[in-house]
């Protein structure tokens, strides 16, 4: 089969790496891709939110099956433009997509159909917003209802920041549309954990466990970030909770989402609040996690194209279950300097051939670019070009094993600038 995979990120990358293993795939291409993905795929310019684009390039190379990374074109509903001409795609349709491109939405299904979130009141009116605040005080947590590349949800500690946060996005507008509306909710404790799962709308086959490091700065300082590094499995997770969030999150989504005449095709990542009254949703996205994908995919056995299949044509019951590497993965990510403020570009990094050598360990690129000199044998550089740089990946056969030999690659690697967190994975020791 012909594969496109549309993104650019360490996701892609990971994506890119597992599917071209697949026995169905014959060839592969990313669109747009970064430098590391065009080691192992043919990179087509083509911006992933350009649903024109990509819909002409499918229909001239004769793509067999498109897998969509990120959110944006999800939203814009590239599924449904594609299967409206008979194209196969991976990915929820736009009204499926609202689950992460709507908060509204999302709560207002969660409240309907029982699934354990925070309290929550949704506000327009700024001076509406502003009395609730005096009423229920801080801490409390304030989302804009829009997508707005995860900067929009403020965690305010006291009223001050809670009344600031209500101003920038209702007064001045700073995520435009998408914070028409916003959320006040309950500010929750605990600890947190990503809970991914397969479903064709019918049946759900669930990913292995992993946790997030979202703050950039070790033992979770700084500002918010796309996510610095991410382990899997979640030993916080036990059994009996995984069962409790399959049970009363994912199930109840899925068929509340069935019920409104939504079948859900794709996959369904829940981020979990793992409180002492039990698991709390704080989130869905309609697609794969960033950086949680380093380190689930890498812990896969079975074929992921397979599985894909199977969700496009709902039937995902022909997958009884999927099977798992039983080591940990540990993913460090490599940031510019200044992420996730501004930073520069254009850096030339260093060292991956030697963090690569080592065993058991993947370099997984997202914001790089490379330089392909002429002629047979030429050299390849690789020049930084977004915040987060590189995913190092590295498996073990416990967590310190892994977190040991994905720090020992991530010391090989150097560019100019470069930061990352010196305490990935270390709470699952
Ligand atoms: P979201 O994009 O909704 O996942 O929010 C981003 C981050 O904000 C989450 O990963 C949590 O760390 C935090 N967060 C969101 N909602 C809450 C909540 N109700 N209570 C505490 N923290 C929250
Ligand atoms: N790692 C968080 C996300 O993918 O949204």
């Known amino acids: 089969m012909k594969i496109l995979v549309i993104g650019s990120g360490g996701r892609e990358h990971t994506l890119v790496w597992k599917i071209a293993q697949s026995k169905l795939c014959e060839k592969i291409f990313c669109a747009p891709g970064n430098g590391g993905i065009a080691d192992i795929a043919e990179c087509v310019q083509i911006n992933a939110d350009d649903i024109a684009g990509l819909l002409d390039f499918v229909k001239k190379e004769k793509i067999d099956f498109t897998i969509v990374g990120p959110e944006a074109p999800l939203a814009a509903g590239i599924v449904d433009e594609f299967r409206e001409r008979k194209l196969k795609i991976f990915g929820p349709q736009k009204k499926a997509a609202r689950l992460e491109a709507s908060k509204i939405f999302a709560k207002e299904l969660m409240a ?28 409390c947590v304030i989302k804009a209802d829009g997508l707005a590349q995860g900067k929009g949800v403020i965690v305010a500690r006291d009223i001050t920041e809670a009344k600031e946060a209500v101003k920038s996005i209702l007064e001045d507008k700073v995520f435009g549309a998408a914070g028409q509306r916003l959320i006040i909710e309950d500010c929750l404790e605990g600890v947190e954990a990503s809970i991914l799962v397969f479903t064709d709308g019918k049946n759900v086959v669930p990913l292995a466990s992993s946790q997030d490091h979202k703050r950039v700065f070790d033992a979770d300082r700084g500002p918010n ?12 997770v036990t059994q009996k909770v995984f069962a409790e969030i399959i049970d009363k999150v994912i199930n109840r989504t899925i068929t509340g989402l069935s019920s409104e005449g939504i ?43 397979e599985v894909m299949l199977a969700i496009s044509e709902i039937e995902l019951s022909r997958i009884k279950k999927l099977e798992w590497d039983n080591r940990s993965c540990v993913c460090v990510v490599c940031a510019s300097g200044g992420y996730p403020g501004e930073y520069q570009k254009g850096k030339e990094i260093i060292g991956l051939d030697e963090a690569a050598k080592i065993e058991d360990v993947i370099v997984f690129h997202a914001g790089t670019e490379s330089l392909r000199g002429k002629g047979q044998g030429a050299r390849v550089r690789y020049l930084t070009s977004g915040g987060r740089v ?40």
């Not at 949704?122 to 005080?137: K, T």
């Not at 970030?225 to 916080?236: D, E, K, L, R």
């Not at 949703?281 to 079975?302: C, H, M, W, Y």
Request: glycine residues 12%; hydrophobic residues 35%.
């Open 112 to 139: 309907k159909y029982g699934v354990p979130t925070a309290d929550f009141k949704i506000f327009s009116d700024p001076q509406e917003a502003y009395r609730y605040l005096d009423e229920v005080g801080a801490p």
């Open 390 to 429: 590189l995913g190092v990946t590295g498996l073990g056969n416990t967590v310190k094993e892994a977190i040991d030999r994905t720090y020992q690659a991530v010391g090989k690697i150097h560019f100019e600038g470069m930061h990352y967190r010196r305490d990935i994975a270390r709470r699952a020791l």
């Open 225 to 236: 970030t796309g996510g610095m590094g991410a382990y899997s499995p979640a030993p916080v």
């Open 263 to 305: 079948t859900y095709q794709g996959v369904l990542y829940a981020g979990i609040m793992l409180t002492d009254s039990g698991p709390k949703t704080l989130e869905f996205n309609v697609r794969f996690g960033d950086p949680e994908t380093q380190a689930i995919l890498p812990r896969l056995k079975s074929d992921l194209l």
